[in-house]
Every structure is written in C-alpha cells, then in structure tokens.
C-alpha cells in the first residue's frame, strides 16, 4: 500500500512558481518515425509511421523527432499550415511508451514529461493554422498532441476512439492535457473524461467538443488540408459562454469540493491518481498555461512514486505480454497456427451462448448445440439479448448485431464437424456426462479440430484419459459474464500436444481475451485461489460475522464485491460444486461450509433464485433472514474489519505461493494477472503475490502463524513463503526502475 503523500492545494500552488528546466538539445535530423511533406498548398504534413509496429507511440525518440521538424517548420516563411496524421490503420497515437515514464530517477521523468509539453507547446504556439487528421486510437499522449493542435477531424470509423485514460494507469495526463481539455470543451465535461479515465467513439467526441467535425476516412487527409487551407492565418479560438461560466476559481473550487466526497466514496482513496487529477484541474482552469502545465509535473512526479501506479503500469505490461504469449519454442510468422473461422459450442446455458455470442461478435461462425429444441431456443434468446444490450450500449451498430447473430448456427442433432477448427464443451459439471460428450465428438471432429472444455474445476487430465487422442484435449475456461471478463484460462495436460496448446493460446487471443496458461490441477489458478477466500467468508459468517462486515471489509481492502455478495452472483450451487471439487483435493486446509450446503438445500441459489446470503429485490440487496438461521456461535462477532479482511486476505496470498511453489504457472506475474483481470483482486494492489512483496512475506508469515497458535490449522502457510521470508525474499526482484 502507498505511504507517499499529496501536497494541499497551497503546496501545489507554490510549486507552480518553479521554472522548468530548458528542454534538451534538438534530436536526430534522421527522422524514423515521422516523415515530413509539403503540398503544392504549402501545407506540411506530418505522418506518424512507427516501423515495424502496428502502433504509433510517444517515446524520447519521436518526441525528439517532432521537435525538429518544429525547428524546420518554424524557419519556413512559406509555410501555410501543418497538418498530423497516421499511416497506420487502426491507430492513431496510442500515447506514450509506458517503458519511457519508468525510468531509474525522479529527475530523469521530470525531465521526459516537461520535454513532452516543451514540444507540444511548440506545436500550439506555430504561427499557422494546425490541425490533427485522427484515424484510429488517440489516446493519452496521442490525444493531447491533438489537443495542441488548432483543429481536430476524426473519422467516423469504429477504430476510431478518442481519451486520456492516464489516471486507469494510476497517473494523469502530464502532456498538457489537465491543461487544454478544461479550455476546450469546458470544467464539467473533462472532468468526467479525465477523472474516469474514459475512451470515447468518434462521435460522442463532437458531442462533446473534443473533435471539430466528423470525415469518412477515404476522405480525412484532404478535407483537413482543405480546412487548414481554408483557414488562411492563425485563429483565435473564441471561448464559449459556457465554458467561460465554467473554468474559473469559484466555479472550480465548487466541482472539486462536490466531487471530491463521492470520488473518496468511490475509491476509498485507494486511487490518488483520481484525487489528484481533480486538484490538478481545477487548480488549472484558475491560473495561467505555463502555471498549469507545472502543476501537472508535479502531479504525476508524485504520483510515479506511489505503490498504486507502479501496480496499474506491471498490469498493463502482464496484459501487453498476454496478448502475445506463446508456449514451446519459438515458431516463424509462416508458421503460426492458423486463424480460428469456425468453432463449436456445446451446451447453450448461460456460459455456452456467452461464448457463442463472444465468439460470433469476433467473426467466427459458430454451431450452438444442447439437448434439445427448447433448449437451444432458450440460449438464442439469451444470445439476442446480449446482442440487445450491447447495441442498447453502443457496443456495436444493431447492423453489427445481426452480422453477428447469423454467424450462430442452433442445432439439436450435431453434424459433422471435420470442417470445424475448435468445438468448445460448456455443459453441466459432471465429469460423467463430460466423458460421454467427448467420446461423442472426437468421432465427429476432423483430426486437426480442437476439443476444449470450459470446466470451472473438473479435471481435463481425466477427461483427456477417457478418449483415444488425449493430446488433442485442452481447457479453454473462460469467465462469466464472457463479454465482460478478459481473462480465459488455457488449461493443459501432460498429454496435451504442444501444436494444440499454442492453437489455443493463438484462439484466445485472436477473440480478444487474455489468456493465461496453467497445468491442470484442481481449480486451476483463480477458482483454486479464490474458493478459500469465499470458504473463510462463509466460515466467518456462520460464526457470527455480520454479512454487510465480511462484505465491507474486502471493499474497503478494495476488492470490486464483497465475498458473500459474489457468492450470490455466482450462485450458491455453483460456489458449492467448486468447493466440495477442491475439497476432495485438499482435505487439510479446504472445508465446505454448511451454510452452502443449508442454503442450495432450501433452493437459496443467490441472486438467479432471489436468495441466498442477501434478499435481491432488482438491484437492492439485504441480509437473508434463511442464511441468518445457519450462524453457529459468536466466536467471529466481535472481529473487527481489518481483522476480518486480513483472515481472507491470508488464505488467497498463500494459495497463490502455493501455485508458484507447485508450478503450475510460469512465475508469480501469471497469478497475479490471472487474480485481477479473472476475480477482480485489487487492481492497485497488483495481485497477491505483488500484495505480499509490498506488506512483506514476514509480515504476512506472522499473522499466519499467530492465527495457526489460536487452533485455526488452515492458515498453516506453504513452503514457498516460509523460504522466502528466511531468506528476506521476494516475489518480484526489484530492477531499479522508477515504476
């Protein structure tokens, strides 16, 4: 957890006062990532073109680049206008090369981030009319030299979003865009953009005023021209009455006061970034350019500092290296296992019509199959309204639903499936009926079709045992609900043929998920790590615990759900199966609470029934009276919060060493990730594993045994944390960077 600080408004204030140091020298006249052309109009334009890379980004080198051909374009008194595009075709800027803003010391990013507003300033401060031709993802740094610009058309492609997401990587933008935004589209509006770290599409751009027009992307490059041209001379930008009424000190002080009580409520001041990009803000709208763009400095110097934005940026570096891992040795590009066109489901449950409608939305054709005609209507209903929904939210066109839509094919009697790249098992968890479904398909699948189950927690070692090939088996377990979680857990055996594990890797991400790939044990990672901690809460619960305290107390260590109340989403049945499956495995230290047991006999099946350990009325929830009648003794009433959250806590660090120390994953970052982005662990945290490195193994080695003395034998901790704190170890070796 943080122990770095944050000044007061004064403190701020004052340090604004500081001038910058001078930005260092011009760099390379060889200019790599951006080329530079003149139109017969005298209008310059420059294209981002990253080589090698599908993406543009800001590192030392383009900014570098930039800057001089700042220094030809402000020597030409023939120029009429510049104009910024991209060569690439989904992308934009995507902003800055995260790598860059973790450096060795606090001056070396002091001094990335004030080089990066010495330029755009320069940018701003052209004598001609600019403009920015944005196609694609422009995001954070890419925005914000947007906002520099005097003009901004976007295309009206899907491709196309527009943002500063910093304070989602526990930062905030430092470029100048806590500066220009407030001045362009006025207080309100870019707080709710910057504060929640939000992406927009195109069009809810011009809505708001982030974009001056929208363009078909045939047509972007010469319609900018034409407006730059058009334009003649500089403009002076007129400032709207509304946002004039908007970006002063009263005004400003009055949002941040309003705002601050629901974003700590929100945050349970777990994010600073959120904080302190409101003070940012609003400070900012009251004082001068120069005086603005100094307080974003300090801002983001202080917040590189805290344990929270070092946490975000290794997450969305653990989520850059899932979307290319691979398994086995290294293959050439020619070849890589081929796209995935057409797969089938079986079983059109919850889970099973998610994964079609996932998969479908993704341009896959997919078969939808289950028992019988009823059945599969009952899936396809529930498959148009995630369609419904998602057009309702603007996921997708209701053009782009029903492309989708008719790429599921529902089938009672199966065809077959030579043709078919991936068939997918979503059934009930019977391992039984598991074993009869396969014997079943792998007669009708082609010899190089993949067969995966979406099992929770049955063993894929002993369904691959049951067939003739069990090396064409894998585990393809992907999260509910399907079109909101990102993770996908490939599972595999130590029969499982390396082709069909990279197959599958190549499938998951080729969707759009995350995948992390674990042997086959027991759980695999995230229901094995994460049942202890439901198991305690319910322990805790029957011994007393009041329901709203168990539940608060993972909120406030900031989990997104309590774990009584997740148990209900996810069905008291299903928390159940879980728990008796890795119960049978783990005798020792796993247990099935009897309130499960009490609760899925009395038909109390969490929210799907309308009961469980709360009455759900719509989206209120109350502590069931039924659960209440299951409580045993007293023994945990008098438990505090900390105490209640730190007994959860525990269980989930040392199940985690234990698949470390077991090695069913590569390292501790394949938890870490899997425990975030599959259970929601504490995002800011960084995961278990992070968690422990930053309290301290020793530390968490006492709590254990402390509790081990008081008779509670589950807490004994594993062999990997009790080495680790003799040695005074880690999870993660420190590599002297700054995050």
Known sequence: ?????????????????????????????????????????????????????????????????????LDALEGDSTLRGVVLTSAKPAIFIAGADLHSLSPASMNALRDIVEFGQHVFNRLAALPVPTAAAIHG???????????????????????????????????????????????????????????????????????????????????????????????????????????????????????????????????????????????????GVGRSEKRAL?????????????????????LFFLQERAKKLGFGSERKEADAPRRIERAAVIGAGVMGGSIAQWLATRGVAVLLRDINADAVARGMAGVARLFADGTKRRTFSPVEARAAMDRIFPVVELPSLRRTDVIIE??????????????????????????????????????????????????????NPVHRMQLVEVIHTPRTDAEVVRRALRFVQQVGKLPVLVKDSPGFVVNRVLMPYLVEAARLFERGADTGEIDEAMLDFGMPMGPLRLVDEVGTDVSMHVAETLACHYPRRMAVPEVLGRLVKGGQLGRKSGEGFYLHRGKEAVPGEDAARCVRDDSAANLNRVDLGQRMVLLMVNEAARCVEEGIVSGPEDVDLAMVMGAGFAPFRGGPLRHTDTVGVANLLRAMNELVDAGEQHFAPCALLMDLATKNGKFYPEKGVLI
């Open 1 to 69: 957890m943080s122990t770095a600080t944050f000044p007061p408004p004064t403190q701020l204030s004052l340090n604004v006062m500081n001038e910058p140091k001078s930005p260092p020298a011009t760099g390379p006249r060889e200019f790599k990532n951006i080329r530079r052309e003149v139109t017969a109009d005298a209008i310059a334009v420059l294209t981002f073109d990253r080589p090698d890379s599908a993406a543009n980004i800001f590192d030392r080198a383009t900014l570098e680049e930039l800057n001089a051909h």
């Open 137 to 283: 993802a422009a995001l954070g740094g890419g925005f914000e030299v947007c906002l520099a610009c005097d003009f901004r058309l976007a295309t009206t492609d899907k491709t196309t979003k527009l943002g500063l997401p910093e304070v989602q990587l526990g930062i905030l933008p430092a470029w100048g865009g806590s500066t220009r935004l407030p001045r362009l589209i006025g207080l309100p509006k870019a707080l709710d953009l910057i504060l929640a770290g939000k992406t927009v599409a195109a069009k809810q751009a011009l809505k708001l005023g982030m974009v001056d027009d929208l363009v078909a992307p045939e047509k972007l490059l010469a319609v900018t021209l034409a407006k730059v041209a058009k334009a003649g001379r500089k403009p002076r930008r007129t400032v709207p009455f509304a946002v004039k009424a908007t970006n002063n000190v009263v005004a400003a002080t009055l949002f941040s006061l309003l705002s601050r009580r629901n974003l700590f409520k929100k945050t349970r001041g777990h994010y600073p970034a959120v904080l302190n990009a409101l003070e940012v803000v609003t400070l």
């Open 294 to 314: 100094k307080l974003e400095v300090d801002a983001i110097c202080l917040l590189a500092q805290t344990e929270a934005a070092k946490n975000l940026i290794r």
């Open 426 to 479: 979503a059934a009930v968890e019977r391992m039984d009926l598991k074993k009869d479904i396969f014997r079943k398909l792998e007669r009708l699948a082609g010899p190089d079709t993949i067969l995966a189950t979406n099992t929770s927690a049955l063993s894929v070692t002993e369904l691959a045992d049951s067939l003739c090939r069990p090396d064409r088996i894998v585990g393809i377990h992907f999260f």
